[in-house]
């Protein structure tokens, strides 16, 4: 394939306008599937079930099998809805979306068409510096989840030279929210920076909806990023692409950089833009062309005969709008207030897009700040290490607990990023790599006192300065007496423990 | 023991629970029946091998002292659209062939819960896509009637099962007519539900906004007595109705005391021309309202001037929603599958379903797509569901002023093997009466009325009712049928050929 020519994104956003758009994708974490009553694996209790061990006759298109729609399902779409502002159908209906691909077993997808159970919202997401901007939501409609493909045999995965392919159909008939925008202007220079705050803001809101498990390394949060040029002055947009589930924020900031920078290299070298998808590739930073996509694509839509309408009442509707969390602004200006966080200190988490980790691991026991100190250093470190989401290596619970074990004085700053990464590694919770890795401050005085004799009858010398009240010699015992015990003794103990054995 | 098959469901039922005769007994005659006619009529796919187990299961219940129900012990055919765990389900089709089910339809289920003792399945036209039974992958069912003729279909072979006395009750469904339409050619009486009445899972869908299934006997109390064990809310069906119904049984019970007739309205269709009917079926019509009326009845004539065009609309419902249905049918996940070496999973999928399709699923599939493809959706599908809408509201204001209506069951008797095979068209035109019921999703029933004069063929009556109103043509027809066999001087199929030996 060959490599893309970009342009400078200065220089490209000086010719050019970018427009955006966001199709996300969310997984709901009911108990079972959209459609059918098989265990949903995007909830954490069925995650790690074996392939095609979660599947009724509906998700394997069985004959004779019928659809049920999931009623919890229905009600986490109305929240969500309410929650992106928009207005809730008093009737919408289901469609079938025709086509012939080995993940769904029925050959359609039960997904909604032309009359979604939500429409016409906008949601209030925050940048870097604060800034506020609205991104217009123009619906988000409920639909199943596909299976899962694996292609065997071919170099990349891919289907393409493939000898064969597995199906794991777990996935097929999970619930699925997709949240449609409208076109999103005057994003200039901020573009790729607007693209990661609302997929954070999304992320966000179904969090604190407790909705989704929203892990987008497991792909229950998948954005597809539409992004198209047009030259400064002109009304008409340009044609626009469509990249394929982006699966952490961190990419779609830069997915939406590069398809910027990708199409404004070929329209000022006087070429078109394809419509098309194309698909992003986190180790190489690009994007490369999927299927084009045209008005050849023809899904044969039609009303599902096999379900009513969903029609939820006046009553259901305003109960689960009074019973929802509050709004995202207005979370924000409460947490920063709660947690006494400067501007700077706030900022660093939400353009992390760790409030909700942050808050979890305060809501775990540990003190704001050090939640804070956690996520944005140690954490955000190794997760931009491994190119992977934050969010993705560790449960706030666990850095909780990581942290309460140095309130206690077991751990040191020290050996907590060790037992930190013993977490991250999966050697288990933080006690088990405690005690595992044998990883605890020695508390034992007399173990401590021994090696401080030791130190001191070594350095006669240091201990005469001592004696005299030149009591920074100390450090050079301490320093001696922390090396035997492998760090793994608390420095202020031991400095007080010197000064009292060479006074004695 | 043989005369054991010529029993109704209802007089079996009662000597089983008399202990006059045993499950055993009455299972292993509709065994011997079956071996010794369905070499010429083949109506079953598939026998049971453990019916008599079954059976047996039954007698020592009921020695048991266990209270069962009304039908326990008594034989069942079942349509082969219906997926059964305990015998291959085809629905007709090679594509299908051998497929065991890991569940059973809802109807199947609350059959076996009754004490019905499945006997086997029944042919029937490639995903009951038919009136003949002979687009069936497995050659067609032949008419007890005259061997050389159709039995009708789709569901040709619950119908002959039952006219051939090899079952005594069946399990059909109907999307424009594949009960009522068999029951008419066969002399015997086919029930389609209240869209809605009766569960769909586990029936294999040709159009899910059109399917119902329903019984199929020999008595209008037989198909009540089976409607009321399979009948009510599924919640395995979200189409499925959740209304409370009355006895279907006691309605057909209360009906055969003729009191049903005096007052009744009954409405015919001033724009069903008498021509497009054979003279022989509309004689046998005629004669069936002056029955009724000479009985008490009223007959009214009411206006459906949208019925003519349901044909029409259905023959685009029906493709576009069958189109997607059977999507299904890939070799993926079950079925048959024809490799192809060094092909893509499309070439496996195309490869198979040409195969494994007979002609008129791939012209009902093609058709279907078409009509739902971008830019002909509103033309086609679109259209048809107004169409849908307006014969809807013909029935609302017909129904404002009768109790009924009546229309001859089909236009023709059952006509010749291969005679319409090869025109669509006209094989589609005998759905003309019966396939507007579907589209409205009334509930209509089948009777015998009498037979052809010019070719001594049984021809059927048909009584529509409104929505939810299946109770009124249970009472309706079981008045019907007491009367007209009492004109008759017994059952009409007493009159049907002997079978038997060879041909």
Known sequence: MAKDKLLDFDKALELYEP???????VELNTATKMFSSAANPANSANHEAGPNTLVAPVDMGLPGSLPVVNETAVRYSISLGLALGCSIAPSSRFARKNYFYPDLGKNYQISQYDEPIAFEGSVEIELGDGTLVTVPIERAHMEEDAGKLTHMGGATGRIQGAEYSLVDYNRAGVPLVEIVTKPIFGAEHRAPEIAKAYVAAIRDIVISLGISEARMERGNLRCDANVSLRPRGQEKLGTRTETKNVNSMRSVERAVRYEIQRQAAILAAGGTITQETRHWHEDTGTTSPGRPKSDADDYRYFPEPDLLPVEPSAELIEKLRAALPEPPAIRRRRLKADWGFTDLEFQDVVNGGLLAEVEQTVAAGAAPAAARKWWTGEITRVANAQGVEASALVEPQAVAAVQKLV?????????????????????????????????????????????????LAAQPDVLAKIRDGKVQAAGAVIGAVMKAMRGQADAARVRELVLERAGS | MSDLTRLTAADLAGKLAAGEVSSVEATQAHLDRIAAVDGDVHAFLHVSDHALDVAADIDRRRAGGEQLGGLAGVPLAIKDVLVTTDMPSTSGSKILEGYMSPYDATVVARARAAGLVPLGKTNMDEFAMGSSTEHSAYGPTHNPWDLDRIPGGSGGGSAAAVAAFEAPIALGSDTGGSIRQPAHVTGTVGMKPTYGGVSRFGAIALASSLDQVGPVSRTVLDSALLHDVIGGHDPHDSTSLTDAWPSFAAAAREGATGEALKGLKVGVIAELPDSGFQPGVSASFRAALAAMEAAGAEIVEVSAPHFEYGVAAYYLILPAEASSNLAKFDSVRFGMRVNVPGGTVEDVMAATRDAGFGDEVKRRVILGTYALSAGYYDAYYGSAQKVRTLIQRDFDEAFARVDVIATPSAPTTAFKLGEKVDDPIQMYLNDVTTIPVNLAGVPGISIPSGLAEEDGLPVGIQFIAPAREDARLYRVGAAVETLLVDRWGGPLLDRAPVLGGTR
């Open chain 1, 19 to 25: 427009v955006l758009g966001f199709e996300v994708h």
């Open chain 1, 407 to 455: 309130d206690a004085g077991t751990l040191t700053d020290k050996l907590a990023r060790q037992v930190l990464e013993g977490v991250i590694a999966g050697e288990g919770s933080p006690q088990e790599v405690v005690d595992a890795r044998g990883l605890a401050v020695v508390s034992d005085d007399g173990a401590l006192i021994a090696a401080i004799d030791d130190a």
